[in-house]
């Protein structure tokens, strides 16, 4: 027979039997312009690091889409509010915003919360520039923010095979997954 045991409000407390971790799931794509003076976009940074590029985000914030990925990664897990609805770009507070305050606001919640990061695992979608040689330099700057050790974030650069906006240099695209733990 089916247990009809109402379950407990979003907040409200953990189930007894929930399992002693939490899985969050991150995405964000930022749209690549030329950067200014003679475009719309902003610098291209990335996990922290200026990537030197012709083209660059358009975002209200500075448009770090990796950590954006990890914030709304963290969020997730702990049933929390996401990027946009913490930090609206309806919000002149957040124009131009550095990213970093985003994430560590996020690391802040799932330490209030009772959690503690396992492990961050993050694909960056992106056809230029390479990500090999800025990949150590983004994840100690993720690792810092949430206060994990380094061998707990994992960052890799993919293309989309020049198909679609991504493909195309026109996009950036990250995909993040997290794991909690009690």
Do not use: C
Request: glycine share 8%; proline share 8%; aromatic share 4%.
């Amino acid at each position: 027979m089916a247990d009809h045991t109402p379950s407990p409000a979003i907040g409200g407390p953990a189930h007894p039997k929930a399992p002693p971790f939490r899985v969050g799931h991150g995405y964000d794509l930022h749209r690549l312009e030329v950067q200014a003076p003679a475009g719309k976009g902003r610098p291209f940074i990335l996990g922290g690091v200026i990537l030197e590029h012709t083209h660059g985000p358009i975002s209200h914030s500075d448009g770090d889409a990796l950590y954006h990925a990890v914030t709304d990664a963290l969020l997730a897990a702990i049933s929390q509010p996401d990027i946009g609805q913490l930090f609206p770009d309806t919000d002149p507070r957040h124009e131009s915003q550095d990213s970093s305050i985003f994430l560590a606001e996020a690391a802040r919640r799932v330490a209030q919360a009772g959690w503690n990061i396992g492990n961050v695992d993050a694909t960056v979608i992106l056809e230029r520039p390479k990500l090999s040689p800025h990949k150590q330099a983004m994840r100690a700057n993720i690792a810092r923010l949430i206060a994990a050790p380094l061998d707990s974030v994992n960052i890799k650069g993919k293309t989309h095979e020049k198909v679609d906006a991504v493909g195309e240099g026109r996009a950036v695209e990250v995909h993040v997954v997290t794991l909690l733990w009690r």
